[in-house]
Nanobody, 123 residues
Framework: QVFLTESGGGSVQAGDSLRLSCTPS????????MAWFRQAPGKEREFVAQ????????YVADSVQGRFTMSREYSKNTVYLEMTELRPENTAVYYC????????????????WGRGIQVTVSS
């Protein structure tokens, strides 16, 4: 069992930036892909971004392309989701996930999930 701990959420104004962090309980992200998903009120959970287990490849949803960036810091065993130019429609609970992730957008490809962290963007 791998536990994923998310942090960095909060309430911000439109146009602000925020960085989410996710730290697995074990150093498994060197062999597994890590991803972020989000679920807005009344909507289904959707893919946001993924970083491959090699750490060099990232894949970002079209809806956040150019504003959201995912990265990893091996020394801290942590992955990040850097979010800029936030918009009210980015308000959601953001989830960190870990797994094979062969198809980045498919939830079934991720075995472990964090509890989620709230991001609220006000206009």
């Amino acid at each position: 069992q791998v536990f994923l701990t998310e942090s960095g959420g909060g309430s911000v104004q439109a146009g602000d930036s925020l960085r989410l962090s996710c730290t697995p309980s074990e150093r498994t992200f060197t062999t597994h892909a890590m991803a972020w998903f989000r679920q807005a009120p009344g909507k289904e959970r959707e893919f946001v971004a993924q970083i491959g287990w090699r750490g060099s490849s990232t894949y970002v949803a079209d809806s956040v392309q150019g504003r959201f960036t995912m990265s990893r810091e091996y020394s801290k065993n942590t992955v990040y989701l850097e979010m800029t130019e936030l918009r009210p429609e980015n308000t959601a609970v953001y989830y960190c996930a870990q797994g094979e992730g062969n198809y980045p957008e498919r939830e079934g490809g991720y075995e472990y999930w964090g509890r989620g962290i709230q991001v609220t963007v006000s206009s």
